[in-house]
């Protein structure tokens, strides 16, 4: 089958063709460090994390580009918290830290880079040097701006017309620009106050203090200054991968202005296409508004891996495809943890029922295999159409209950169908969704199974000397802890 994507630049459902048929150049707009991550954020990762899998899966060496945006007036505004650091570059190495470390507990690949922008301001002056000289952009007053009238193709991604686009930039901006739809390249001098003061979370230790900071400057031919928002992802993509990357991965708030400008200031100084495909992942929604940091209405990452789990999070998180809306609330989060409990008793009972002496090498169940073929057919369908996670969720949900009839209805198993789909379950679930079907649970496992097990033995003490309201009181107490406890003819088991 061949992989299809929806790409905003065109409109258009395309057949995927990288310009290296052996390799994808494979682009992320990733976070600013001011605040911590949510869900909203996490869907980001975890789509682009997905497309990468499948990418490999499908055959392609994929080079994977994520940034990290650490110089911008949110993060400044974050300066002299205690609990984050003293300046802009601490703040942002607070976070660029806890970032990391939520993206390992959701099972995300490495990027091959995680460039910041405060380490590549060279090449962005060098860009910004070239579009001056070329004539698309101008000085004034130490700052510089893209003249977006000077480059034909402007608007083209969020179809637009020049004389119909709002002002961009600060209020202050304005006087200092040819058209009010020109954007900056470069700011001069450091953040404001006013700036400052705007981004300032109500509750910083600092906040009405006079002496706000003003951000790190670094030296340009024009004055000391800061680089602007969009030209940074210009530099370091084409610092890393190429002129040309054939997938640029992004959130939908971001086509217009951030993607936009970064095609008209890139393509203005090569000469080349900027991207072929782009690919922007629609806002998760909450109680009818987008997630958001600005907003306070967000469940952060780490607040969630704590809660639920990272298995958990990407199966709210690949229930619904992409490039369709999705919705965080108690019932849909509730309906990922059901999904993914089944499924990892899915995989659990496969392992079992293989693994058991009742599984015999010359018993077929033709309808098993057939369920598995399909279950396959189905996942790769899906993936192939524009990465529809939803569909391939599905078809491995349609493998369980396959599973599950074949081990519920014999006494003796198909070995080499349940082989097949551990199979499946390994290189579908795993390897392209990204679920660790083998993941310890959180905390301490083998000290955790002690306690449980002599927790079960004073139970089933209390049951032998007939105090069985005492027993089941213990075992509503395990279940309220995350301990599932199940009576069989050789004793109670347990899963944590």
Known sequence: MTLHVSNTLTGDREVFEPQDPEEVLLYVCGLTTSDPAHLGHARLWVAADVMHRWLEHEGYDVRHVENFTDVNEK????????????????????????????????????????????????????????????????????????????????????????????????????????????????????????????????????????????????????????????????????????????????GQDLVFPHHENEIAQSEAATGQQFANYWLHVRLLQTKGEKMSSSLGNYWSVGDALDAVGGNVVRSFLVSTAYHNEAVYSEETLAEAEERWERLERGYETAIAACDSEAARTKVADDDLRDAIASAREDFVAGMNDDFNTRQAVTALMDLTAAVNRHVDARDAYDYRALHDAVDAYEELGGDVLGFAFDAAPDGTADVAGEVVDLVLQVREAERDAGNYERADELRDELEALGVEVQDTDDGPTYRL
């Open 75 to 250: 993060i400044v505004a974050r300066a002299g918290d205690p609990d984050l650091g003293d300046d802009e570059a601490e703040v942002a190495s607070h976070y660029i830290q806890e970032l990391l470390e939520e993206m390992r507990a959701l099972n995300l690949k490495r990027a091959e880079v995680y460039p910041r922008v405060s380490e590549h301001v060279p090449e962005i002056v060098d860009l910004v040097e070239t579009l001056v000289e070329k004539g698309y952009a101008y000085e004034s007053n130490g700052s510089v701006y893209f003249d977006v009238t000077s480059f034909e193709g402007y608007g083209k991604l969020s179809n637009q017309q020049v004389d119909d686009i709002e002002e961009q930039g600060e209020p202050d901006e304005l006087a200092e620009k040819r058209h009010p739809a020109d954007f900056a390249l470069w700011k001069a001098d450091g953040v404001s106050a006013d700036a400052v003061r705007e981004h300032r979370h109500d509750d910083h230790p600092g906040a009405g203090d006079a002496d706000l900071p003003n951000g790190q400057v670094w030296a340009s031919p024009w004055g000391d200054g800061r680089p602007g928002w969009h030209i940074e992802c210009s530099a370091m993509s084409m610092t890393h991968l190429d002129e040309t990357i054939d997938v640029h991965v992004g």
